[in-house]
């Protein structure tokens, strides 16, 4: 008893006590290889301690062809205002006892050139208010974002999802201009200079929460010496 005991509570100081962890891939979605216009891609490369939402298409969008990539159309403004069913869909789900910290997103972009310029990301933790970070897409251009979410906190237990919206009614090769339905915009994956294309992903560190950790940890202690006397 003494040695289980003692085992656990050294295994709960070191979760308690968890190490800096460096940052890496918490969840991605994989577009090579795929024709563009698949109703959804699962997640895949999925961190222990989330779940991966599926990467897919609000209902206003239509799926269009568009090789190694997820591609969209039918994007579109009514009366000065985007059509609410317009997005792409994204995201995670962390499982308790553990949160996610340093969060970062890499992927690549663009549009065609009658598809939408300016483009937000959007995420459910202000109900998809206010975009956390903006970009333009300029005629075909792929554009590469590396985006930088640690603004948002440590995400705790919960659904996290992110959508990318069209912001302004302007095509991506005249703003002048609004975007016309049969324009596409697709993403998939992130490319950097000398390294080449890498996967669609979020970045960031999983830890158990500290005080969760250490309340599973006495409640297996608990357990132990209950069973011990039973
Ligand atoms: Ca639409």
Redesign the pocket.
Known sequence: MKRIALTTILAALALAAAPLLSASTIVSWETLGNSGSEPLVAPTNVETGLVGLNLERGP??SAPSGTNSFNSS???WSGGVR?A??YVSFGFEVQAPFKVDDLRLLFGSRSSNAGPGPLGLFWSGDNFTDPVHTWTHVNTTWSNEDIDLGGLGTLMADTYEFRIQSIANQRASNPQQTIDGGGTMRIGDYFQSGQGFSLFRFEGTVTPEPGRAMLLAIGGLLFLARRRRA
């Open positions: 206003g969008l039918a994007w579109a059509q069913d317009d």
